[in-house]
């Protein structure tokens, strides 16, 4: 059975600190990798996806992966007040196959 | 550029009826999926559909079922409702099956 595993949190961060938010997998054969951050009552939003070893950023965010230790984690620089959400990790096998996610991570960051 | 529209935003029926949900990708989008999100968890796949055809179903009864239509629009049927079905129901579109796929606002369904 395929499984994502995220720390459920709740991450609690100061307003100008690193976020770092992980997530691992089962499946060996897993290609793509996304991020998604969804506000309480909102529907997930794309922020990041990857699908090669190592880092790729995008603003004030990275996110990494690690194939061979199966994990992939998303770094949130500079955090805001407004990046508090829960934030989905979503893993798929290869191109057609479905989303397969994990249960979020959520993130608290006070000012 | 309109994002995924899903339609309606919330719903309430009892037991036993039957529901349709619907939604429009974002233009160009041929693959349409289907996903329901349970309050604390992750969403779960339903249905992916692709130039029409199913791609792949998930883990739920044969109560669910869905279509694409050849606007590429999509509709999710749920039979026989159980108060278990009460859930965020979210659409997702992308290019082709291996691209990122974007979410809709989803609909609310409450089962009474």
């Known amino acids: 059975q395929k499984e994502v595993e995220q720390n459920s949190g709740p991450l609690s961060v100061p307003e100008g600190a690193i976020a770092s938010l992980n997530c691992t997998y089962s499946?060996?054969?897993?290609?793509?990798f996304f991020w998604y951050r969804q506000y309480s009552g909102k529907s997930p939003e794309l922020i990041m996806f990857?699908?090669?070893?190592g880092d790729k950023e995008d603003g004030r965010f990275t996110a990494q992966l690690n194939k061979a230790s199966q994990y992939v984690s998303l770094l949130i620089r500079d955090s805001q007040p407004s990046d508090s959400a829960t934030y989905l990790c979503?893993?798929?096998?290869?191109?057609?196959?479905?989303?397969?996610f994990g249960k979020g991570t959520r993130l608290s960051v006070i000012a | 550029d309109a994002g995924v529209t899903q339609s309606p935003t919330h719903l309430i029926k009892t037991r036993g009826q039957h529901v349709t949900l619907r939604c429009s990708p974002i233009?160009?989008?041929?693959?349409v999926s289907w996903y329901q999100q349970v309050l604390g968890q992750g969403p779960q796949f339903i249905f992916q559909?692709?130039?029409?055809?199913?791609?792949g179903r998930g883990n739920f009864p044969d109560r669910f079922s869905a279509r694409q239509f050849p606007n590429y629009s999509s509709e999710l049927n749920v039979n026989a409702l159980l108060l278990g079905d009460s859930a965020l129901y979210l659409c997702?579109?992308?290019?082709?099956?291996?691209?990122?796929?974007?979410f809709g606002d989803g609909t609310r369904l409450s089962i009474l």
């Open positions: 559909y692709y130039e029409k055809e199913e791609r």
């Open positions: 997702a579109s992308s290019l082709g099956t291996p691209q990122p796929q974007h």
């Open positions: 979503a893993v798929k096998l290869e191109g057609g196959t479905p989303l397969v």
């Open positions: 233009s160009g989008h041929k693959s």
């Open positions: 499946d060996r054969g897993s290609q793509s």
């Open positions: 990857i699908y090669s070893n």
